[in-house]
């Protein structure tokens, strides 16, 4: 897919149609979840904290963590686990 300008919706490569943003979003996990989500630099808000979309189909914070949406993730680190406990503890 591309888009040209940046800002303009997206055009699938192949049919060289228009891709509809229901199309991209239901691509995204948790993007209901996130607020301020910029579809074309894959940057959102989640908690009032900066996320953004990764290469890897993963959200993470700035500071390269995972984002846990609200629910138990179902792969952790032992960092990643620490790091959910002090956000809730700070809730």
Not at 5 to 14: E, G, H, L, V
Not at 39 to 52: M, R, S, V
């Amino acid at each position: 897919m591309w888009s040209i300008p940046p800002s303009k919706s997206w055009t699938n490569y192949q049919t060289n149609k228009d891709v509809p943003l229901e199309t991209l979003t239901d691509l995204v996990p948790y993007f209901h979840q996130v607020t301020d989500f910029n579809l074309y630099i894959g940057q959102a808000k989640f908690n009032n904290k900066d996320i953004i979309w990764t290469p890897i189909h993963q959200w993470k914070y700035h500071n390269h963590r995972t984002v846990h949406f609200n629910e138990t993730p179902t792969k952790e680190t032992n960092s990643d686990k620490d790091t959910a406990q002090v956000e809730d503890l700070l809730r």
